[in-house]
């Protein structure tokens, strides 16, 4: 037997590393383990209050970055797990709070969600819906003044939502700056809310629909939001439906430079008084002013489709996204791509014409559907 001792095998220097960044990454998994059950459970409350504003239609994770700007959390990522884990998202409420920093993620939850319980007024705008038609239908659910809402809409400040420095202070003719703007859609309104903020339930939610890519499109071809928006009311009352892209190919042919039909010409907003046509000016303007011959004459000529020249002076209802994203970039069908001019019949049917010969043979062929109903 040898009388040398066994020598022990080195240790590799690259195994003592890997060995020691496991028990690091051990202690680090540990510590954030310890950090988050801490953030989540409110063990570093700091007793101070922060006042927070949530803005409606916010979600969880615009809800998380302003608790998070206010310091009432450290983790906006976590909160926004913590609440799609409870199924508390749909708990939330807009309106202004006053948190404790720190607290737990479970009364933050709890805190947000106490007007939950409060009394509210749940009601649908359809798309189309007028400015006027929104305010009587507010003061016929008892929320508010149809007078003062339309007063908050047009002259009230609104400067915190990014589109409304889109919005022309002053326009020609304009029949109300609102129109368009509020955005038709399902709200819950408090009972006993202001009506500053029921007008802003509507704006905040046009403001969340309109895009960083909308705004870049726009910049692309030149057009203002207010020409979108006005644009889109038409296409939404003459449409409304899977015609959006036609009927919107027609008017930006109408409004294209060189068009030999520069008018749009279309009865949703003309000089026809007549109750079977579905005509701002005569179904909104001319009572709002008592009658049409009290409409003041600028607003006629601005909003007479078969007298202005482009687009009128703003828009003549409130439209979905639908027919804003159609009056942004239609997708026509090739009937439509050149047309100039479309008429219904009254099975729903549109038929297109690229000259005016076509659009009277058009003309022609709906009546004859219509005689034949």
């Not at 409110?42 to 239609?57: F, I, L, M, N, P």
């Not at 202070?169 to 859609?185: H, I």
């Not at 899977?242 to 294209?256: E, K, M, P, T």
Request: aromatic share 12%; hydrophobic share 45%; net charge negative.
């Amino acid at each position: 037997m040898s009388q040398h001792a066994a020598r022990r095998p080195k240790k590799h220097p690259l195994l003592r590393l890997f060995v020691l960044l496991v028990l690091l990454g051990a202690l680090a998994a540990g510590a954030l383990a310890l950090l988050f059950w801490r953030e989540i459970t409110g063990r570093d409350a700091a007793g101070q209050t922060a006042a927070v504003t949530v803005e409606q239609g916010s979600g969880v994770g615009a809800i998380a970055a302003e608790l998070k700007e206010a310091g009432v959390i450290r983790f906006p990522r976590l909160f926004r797990w913590y609440v799609g884990r409870q199924g508390a998202a749909g708990q939330l409420q807009y309106g202004s709070f006053e948190l404790e920093k720190g607290a737990a993620y479970d009364d933050l939850i709890a805190a947000l969600s106490v007007y939950a319980a409060a009394e509210s007024v749940r009601l649908t705008f359809p798309e189309g819906t007028t400015a006027i038609a929104i305010a009587r239908k507010m003061e016929a659910a008892g929320l508010c003044d149809a007078e003062a809402f339309l007063t908050e809409a047009n002259e009230g400040d609104f400067s915190a939502y990014a589109f409304w420095q889109h919005v022309p202070d002053e326009a020609p003719g304009r029949f109300m700056k609102c129109e368009g703007y509020l955005f038709p859609d399902t709200y819950e309104f408090l009972a006993d809310g202001s009506v500053h903020d029921y007008v802003a339930t509507f704006y905040a939610r046009f403001d969340e629909m309109m895009t960083d890519d909308i705004y870049a499109a726009l910049d692309e071809q030149g057009m203002t939001l207010h020409e979108l928006i006005t644009l889109a009311s038409f296409v939404q009352e003459e449409a409304g439906n899977d015609q959006d892209s036609n009927v919107a190919q027609v008017f930006r042919n109408r409004l294209a430079e060189g068009s030999p039909y520069p008018r749009l010409e279309s009865n949703v907003s003309s000089y026809i008084q007549s109750d079977e046509d579905n005509n701002y000016l005569w179904n909104w303007v001319a009572p709002w002013y008592g009658g049409w011959e009290q409409i003041p004459p600028e607003i006629v000529a601005a909003y007479d489709t078969y007298s202005c020249a482009g687009l009128p002076a703003g828009p003549i209802s409130n439209p979905g996204l639908a027919a804003i994203r159609a009056a942004l970039d239609p997708q026509p069908d090739g009937e439509a791509a050149d047309a100039y001019f479309f008429v219904t019949d009254l099975t729903g049917r549109y038929y297109y014409a690229r000259t005016l010969a076509e659009h009277q043979a058009n003309v022609r062929a709906a009546r004859a559907v219509n005689a034949g109903l």
